[in-house]
């Protein structure tokens, strides 16, 4: 696999009256003139189509713990093999991964994959599972189908780590053989996702809904805690209250810490003590799993038993210490775990 760049005929698009290109894949439907880029810098009006620029063209692979990416109850202490490519669809003043999501294909190095040289790549590591991630995988979504499709008929699982900006129609094609989702609920409000985002609150939440209601993908949240942003009391109950009615009790939540990035570099980081104030209203809500990230909390990284309050799985920082769950369930009370075990 060594570098290269070319272009792959793209899906999810159609042509306008003044001969401009609409691009389907999500809600952001950007027109584009011949020779344009999306906001997204993958996907590219060329002579009156649209091609997608990050297909076969990842920036790197790595082999991680699937507590990563964070999944807390998909196959615990496993191993999955995680890429991204250059370009997001949204616009975070924040993000983390910066130096990919806002590169330009041809202005980062990134190397040559097909779908069958990831699939080798997983295989040749034992990996049981790939990770969509780094950036936002919506951008890249016909590699991702491609490697999903051929994933699922070696028996590896496919995880998609991403923020849920996608078009209702190519989400049924983009998710079809995914297995898992981490889905960034960034926030609470459509002030943060408008100002700090570029994008809109009601899309994503329409995307976990149908995910929870249409299809039989495991899901998990996770929402970076920004100070004096998105971690007020009232947003976070709101939050909770809000996950409990359309996701119900069981989806496991991360609230993890902000450091100063990107955009946001004078930005203060976030206090464990906000993240752990975040886990406490999420459970005094109801919801019975909730995590902290990217701090030190032994308690906020256990996994306990909601029926009766054995601790089930042990972690430091993405390891897993010990884990006692035995298929699917506790072992003191038989009391069924969510999750994918």
């Known amino acids: 696999m060594e570098s290269s760049y070319n272009i792959f005929p793209a899906k999810w698009?159609?042509?306008?009256?003044?001969?401009?290109?609409?691009?389907?894949?999500?809600?952001?439907?950007?027109?584009?003139?011949?020779?344009?880029?999306?906001?997204?810098?993958?996907?590219?009006?060329?002579?009156?189509?649209?091609?997608?620029?990050?297909?076969?063209?990842?920036?790197?692979f790595a082999i991680d713990p699937i507590e990563k990416k964070p999944l807390f109850h998909f196959f615990p202490g496993s191993e999955i093999l995680s890429f991204g490519t250059a370009g997001c669809n949204l616009g975070c003043k924040f993000c983390q991964n910066w130096t990919m999501s806002k590169a330009q294909i041809d202005k980062i190095n990134s190397l040559t994959a097909?779908?069958?040289?990831?699939?080798?790549?997983?295989?040749?590591?034992?990996?049981?599972?790939?990770a969509f991630t780094y950036n936002d995988p919506v951008i890249f979504g016909e590699y991702v189908v491609d490697i999903s499709r051929l994933a699922q008929s070696e028996g590896i699982k496919t995880v998609m780590v991403t923020a849920g900006y996608i078009d209702k129609n190519a989400r049924k094609d983009v998710f079809k053989y995914i297995d898992a989702a981490n889905v960034d609920l960034k926030a609470f409000s459509e002030h943060f996702y408008s100002k700090l985002t570029s994008s809109h609150l009601q899309d994503i939440l329409d995307t976990l809904i149908w995910l929870k209601k249409e299809t039989n993908i495991w899901i998990e949240l996770t929402t970076l805690l920004?100070?004096?942003e998105n971690?007020?009391?009232?947003?976070?109950?709101?939050?909770?209250?809000?996950?409990?009615?359309?996701?119900g009790d069981t989806v496991p939540v991360h609230f993890t810490a902000f450091h100063p990035s990107f955009l946001m570099n004078n930005k203060n980081a976030t206090p464990p003590s906000t993240i752990q104030k975040a886990r406490n209203i999420a459970l005094s809500a109801g919801i019975k799993h909730c995590y902290t990230g990217n701090i030190v909390d032994n308690e906020g990284q256990t996994t306990i038993c909601p029926s009766c309050k054995t601790i089930l799985i042990k972690r430091n920082w993405h390891s897993v210490i010990e884990n006692k769950i035995l298929n699917g369930k506790c072992p003191k009370c038989q009391h069924e775990i969510a999750g994918r075990f």
Request: charged share 25%; hydrophobic share 30%; net charge negative.
């Open 13 to 60: 698009w159609e042509t306008t009256e003044s001969n401009k290109i609409i691009c389907t894949l999500c809600p952001r439907y950007c027109k584009l003139s011949e020779g344009q880029h999306g906001f997204c810098y993958v996907r590219k009006n060329i002579e009156g189509e649209l091609y997608s620029l990050a297909y076969n063209h990842p920036t790197g």
């Open 114 to 130: 097909t779908p069958e040289e990831v699939i080798s790549l997983a295989l040749k590591h034992k990996s049981t599972s790939i």
């Open 226 to 228: 920004i100070p004096d």
């Open 231 to 247: 971690d007020s009391e009232d947003e976070l109950r709101l939050m909770s209250e809000w996950i409990l009615k359309n996701l």
